[in-house]
């Protein structure tokens, strides 16, 4: 979707376990980010990052890690620390996270189904 | 804080008929509002924004939408929906004084249109 590609589609993770779900995008953003996407409460925002080797928390970052050590990579963690992973895991980009894209659009890859075994 | 409500969990509605998606929204600032529509298993689709400028928005789809300053809401609109419109549609918001390019988004309705 839009020239953000997440992967695997769907995950499996054992307790203890940490996964990491990929997100990739070739649009050239300078942000990304981590929504989470759990049945009738929408999507909430896990971590973002406007730029390249910085991010910051969102709503629900406990349990969650992520990094950026490349413009077009934003990889997320899901440690043993989030009891609670079971949900639908979206990735989206924007041109540019700083205060004078506020009305840019967000473009979202198609998500990730986390379950627990 | 910003915050997004749609209050509906489902619309449904005959094909054909009008259809309207409510969302309301709360923010310090003037708002940037945003709708968003998605397919079972899949990403979220831009469907149209309101920033500044004429209180009724166009946009993809056929869909449309009026911003009320007022009422603080944004509802999203079409004259004649289609069964293919059947979809989960979000709201979302971002404060105009954020320094940031995050939304907030609503719990999402679903629509369901009819034959």
């Known amino acids: 979707d839009g020239g953000i590609t997440q992967s695997p589609k769907y995950l499996f993770r054992k307790e203890g376990q940490n996964v990491t779900l990929s997100c990739e995008q070739n649009l050239n953003h300078d942000a990304m980010y981590w929504y989470r996407q759990d049945p009738g409460q929408g999507l909430r925002l896990i971590y973002y990052s406007q730029i390249v080797n910085d991010f910051q928390k969102g709503d629900i970052a406990e349990g969650y890690s992520v990094s950026r050590e490349k413009k077009e990579s934003f990889p997320l963690t899901v440690t043993s620390a989030q009891k609670n992973p079971t949900a639908f895991y979206l990735c989206?980009?924007?041109?540019?996270?700083?205060?004078?894209?506020?009305?840019?659009?967000?473009?979202f890859g198609s998500g990730t189904q986390l379950s627990v075994l | 804080a910003q915050s997004v409500a749609q209050p509906e969990d489902q619309v449904n509605v005959a094909e054909g008929n009008p259809l309207t998606v409510k969302c309301t929204y709360s923010?310090?600032?003037?708002?940037?509002l945003f709708w968003y529509v998605q397919y079972p298993n899949r990403g979220l689709q831009f469907l149209l924004k309101y920033i500044t400028g004429d209180n009724l928005v166009k946009g993809s789809y056929g869909f449309e939408a009026e911003f009320n300053k007022s009422q603080t809401s944004f509802h999203l609109k079409k004259p004649s929906a289609l069964v293919s419109d059947s979809a989960l549609y979000f709201c979302a918001v971002r404060e105009g004084r954020s320094n940031t390019g995050k939304l907030i988004f609503g719990q999402g309705t679903t629509l369901q249109v009819k034959p």
């Open positions: 989206a980009s924007s041109i540019s996270g700083l205060i004078k894209a506020t009305n840019e659009k967000l473009f």
């Open positions: 923010v310090s600032g003037n708002p940037y």
